[in-house]
């Protein structure tokens, strides 16, 4: 629900440095192999399009492809030919282009500890689960526990330019949006507007937002009645409230009604705002310095979550927490 600025990620990238180089030039190095395969050399069309791949592709980080050069490759090679080269399950060129760039191989290792890095512990797209990356301990064949670690990746991996459509992006790292498996199951291939990666140092976090309406809070004061709070999602591809939008976050993952069930927080923050006005605040924020000696971490305490827009990612809820929570005058 918020962008994450393109410094974070070169940043990030260039930690991996030596690492990425060496995924990059092993996938280029076995896509070029794919001209030899015999399935391929026997089907003009697949043979023609992984050598327009190969060409496009030189001299080119097949991991670190840029915002615009994805966009640019996507558009001078388009999708992928549908071909299939036997009755076998996945004897595709889709499958073989994929199986080449070493997709299913990255996902259970680099990809979580890449993510770890970025510090993705959210769903990017509903925020409501956590998406974490883990180090778990290793053990031999004899059950013994060994010295290293093992990443292991309690999310999913979605891509903006789907896969199906376009494999030779799926290996791209500003085309991998972690996320719920919930999320990623709804979304399969079908498009979304949200841009995870922005161009932009300061991404707005204002393009989606969650608010409580007047007349519910109102209605919640008379009684403390949660149930009577009514949750609403701004999302800006909503054309129409009468009709779906496509690519629209609302209508594909029912962010809405994912928060209605999670009154209770809402009124939790509006008795707080009641009780924590901003003189008592202050006197708590002076009592207590030596412990919390920023007010930054007080906010934190005060509403449970991270209360600035580039933590959002950091723990689930965290978007729908600020936004309350600031229109309640909170923080």
């Given at each position: 629900m918020i962008a994450i600025s393109i410094l974070t990620i070169n940043e990030c990238i260039k930690y991996f440095e030596k690492e990425i180089e060496k995924y990059s030039n092993d996938a280029f190095n076995k896509l070029k192999l794919l001209a030899d395969d015999k399935k391929i050399k026997n089907n003009a069309k697949a043979l023609k399009f992984i050598k327009m791949l190969v060409k496009e592709l030189e001299n080119k980080n097949i991991l670190t492809l840029g915002l615009d050069e994805m966009e640019t490759l996507k558009t001078m090679v388009k999708k992928v030919p549908t071909i299939t080269f036997s009755k076998k399950k996945d004897d595709t060129l889709q499958s073989k282009i994929i199986n080449a760039l070493g997709y299913h191989s990255k996902r259970g290792s680099f990809y979580p500890k890449y993510f770890g890095k970025i510090g993705i512990?959210?769903?990017?797209?509903?925020?409501?689960?956590?998406?974490?990356?883990?180090?778990?301990?290793?053990?031999?064949?004899?059950?013994?526990?060994?010295?290293?670690?093992?990443?292991?990746?309690?999310?999913?991996?979605?891509?903006?330019?789907?896969?199906?459509?376009?494999?030779?992006?799926?290996?791209?790292?500003?085309n991998l949006y972690p996320t719920c498996a919930t999320c990623n199951n709804i979304k399969q291939k079908k498009p979304v507007n949200f841009k995870l990666y922005s161009d932009s140092n300061t991404p707005n976090p204002n393009n989606y937002a969650f608010s409580i309406t007047e007349t519910s809070k109102a209605e919640y004061l008379i009684d403390f009645n949660h149930e009577k709070l009514?949750?609403?999602?701004?999302?800006?591809?909503?054309?129409?409230?009468?009709?779906?939008?496509?690519?629209?976050?609302?209508?594909?993952?029912?962010?809405?009604?994912?928060?209605?069930?999670?009154?209770?927080?809402?009124?939790?923050?509006?008795?707080?705002?009641?009780?924590?006005?901003?003189?008592?605040?202050?006197?708590?924020?002076?009592?207590?310095?030596?412990?919390?000696?920023?007010?930054?971490?007080?906010?934190?305490?005060?509403?449970?979550?991270?209360?600035?827009?580039?933590d959002i990612h950091k723990r689930p809820m965290s978007k729908f927490i600020q936004d309350i929570a600031k229109g309640l005058h909170l923080i």
């Open positions: 512990k959210a769903c990017v797209y509903c925020n409501s689960q956590y998406t974490l990356s883990l180090e778990k301990s290793t053990f031999n064949e004899s059950g013994k526990k060994q010295d290293t670690l093992h990443w292991v990746a309690k999310f999913q991996v979605d891509h903006f330019y789907s896969q199906i459509d376009y494999p030779y992006l799926s290996i791209s790292l500003l009514a949750i609403t999602f701004h999302d800006p591809d909503k054309i129409s409230e009468e009709s779906f939008s496509e690519g629209c976050l609302q209508d594909l993952f029912h962010i809405q009604e994912i928060y209605n069930t999670q009154k209770d927080i809402a009124a939790e923050l509006i008795n707080k705002s009641l009780i924590y006005n901003d003189v008592y605040k202050n006197s708590l924020f002076e009592s207590f310095s030596s412990v919390v000696p920023h007010p930054k971490q007080f906010n934190r305490i005060l509403i449970g979550n991270y209360d600035t827009p580039e």
